[in-house]
């Protein structure tokens, strides 16, 4: 390899290590974030390697029904006698790789679109645009759960994934086509006009880095609503059984009575509050990303 690509690549590298050193710096000023932060990253670490280090034991124990939570059992027990803690955990990993892989899939095809459709107009903006106007006048979760159930199979987590993703990326691909359109009238843009830089080069290196900031956000809103989505699809069935999905622990803690059996509570407030706490961290984290993608904040920083 030349020198000269080997010093180009040195130097990329450490930028890249610059740019993260600044963002957790930023992430480490503000406390809001930085809560956020801390519960996006437990709960990754717990569904990335609790289920490896946690043996979920499936034996009933009927004897051991709906125990308050103890030292033996952090958060009780379930219908079953089994530890509400364990299914917790090892439910966490389907909850979060559907979540991520939904909010990727959906933030890479309404990047896709909206960006060609902003661009290019035309012709290409009014087929692009009016095939997501349709998807929008569909409401999202009934045609969800038409495609869901009409699939005569267990669906993988990329499968759920990929079709939380067909109806959910209308919204977002229309809203980056009003930001590149408004982007294409500032005059930065004008100005690369006039030099003679290509399509390409204007496409790239003046129109994306100002989107970066607004495709972060909608990434981080996307998995929050991956996350409601495949717990309503589990809670009412669409999806098939599985005992450590949260969606089945708040609709079997429901269907014994949950709301006025107090022995209960615990095996429903455990998905309840997971839930809860995980959509919050993303939603607190969402108050630093403008800060990392914005350069005048990241020099203050």
Known sequence: MAPSKVRDIKLAVASRIVDLRVSFRIIRKN??????????????????????IIPYDRTPRVRDRYLPPSWEHLLGTDYAGRDTLVQIIHGSREVLTVAFLAAIITTTISFVIGITAGFLGGKTD???????DIFLVIPPFPLLLIIVTSIPRVLSAPEIAFTLSIVGWATLARAIRSQVLSLKEKEFIESARCQGLSKVHILFNEIFPNLLPYIAMSLVLSIVGAIYSMVSLYFIGALPYTATSWGIMIQKALGDGALINPKVWPYLLSPLM???LIQTGFILFLNSLEEIFNPRLRTEA
């Not at 974030?33 to 289920?51: D, H, N, Q, R, Y």
């Not at 009014?126 to 997501?132: A, D, E, I, N, Q």
């Open 31 to 52: 406390r809001v974030s930085l809560a956020g932060f801390i519960v996006i990253v437990a709960f990754t670490l717990m569904a990335a390697v609790g289920p490896d």
């Open 274 to 276: 997971c839930l809860i």
């Open 126 to 132: 009014t087929v692009l645009m009016t095939g997501s």
